[in-house]
């Protein structure tokens, strides 16, 4: 239970850990985290959806009701449909973000799979992805990188690499600007 509770921690990892146990137990893990993302992925496009989770000015019975309606409405059925009206019973709907992201880091812990996120200047060919992937999953001693690469054209070159709580930054901009520095202590 230590190195759960090293991944996920607090009322959301409980809830997430329970739900975690529940789905691998039942074979539906794959399942579970489709329909959980499907359900994030609604809460990040719909304003009326993100007031209905955060707010505790609805009652439990309006939650429940609207949420009901949008699980059958996006076809999330089964074990993620049950544990998220268990949630909103609970009143803890405001938590469910941290619960599916809790949920996610199990997951992705039980398939050996590590996250990272690269930022770049450009969009990358395959044959770059393939290679950072190749360079990271060394750094982490094997396993999966799973990449989530974002392109942003202020750094102006290079890459940032964020892997867990590492951080590289070898952007042209983040050099420039230190090079910078070191210029104006000199002169």
């Not at 074990?79 to 019973?89: E, G």
């Not at 599916?100 to 812990?109: E, M, S, T």
């Not at 942003?152 to 910078?180: A, F, H, W, Y």
Request: charged share 25%.
């Amino acid at each position: 239970m230590a190195a759960v509770e090293t991944i996920v921690s607090g009322m959301a990892g409980r809830y997430a850990v329970a739900l975690f146990d529940l789905a691998k137990g039942s074979n539906a893990v794959d399942q579970v985290s489709s329909d959980l993302d499907a359900f994030a992925a609604m809460i990040d496009d719909n304003a009326d959806l993100q007031r209905l989770v955060r707010s505790p000015v609805f009652s439990v019975d309006e939650q429940t009701r609207a949420l009901t309606g949008l699980l059958d409405r996006y076809g999330i059925h089964g074990i993620a449909a049950n544990f998220l009206k268990l949630v909103a019973s609970k009143r803890r709907l405001f938590a469910v973000r941290s619960m599916i992201d809790g949920f996610n880091a199990l997951r992705d812990r039980d398939n050996h799979v590590t996250r990272a996120q690269v930022t770049v200047a450009e969009p990358l060919s395959e044959r770059h992805v393939a290679a950072i992937q190749s360079a990271l999953k060394d750094v982490v001693g094997g396993g999966t990188v799973a990449l989530d690469v974002r392109v942003d054209p202020e750094i102006l070159g290079g890459l940032v690499v964020r892997l867990g709580s590492r951080m590289v930054d070898g952007s042209l901009r983040t050099k420039l600007n230190t090079l910078r520095t070191r210029m104006k202590e000199v002169g």
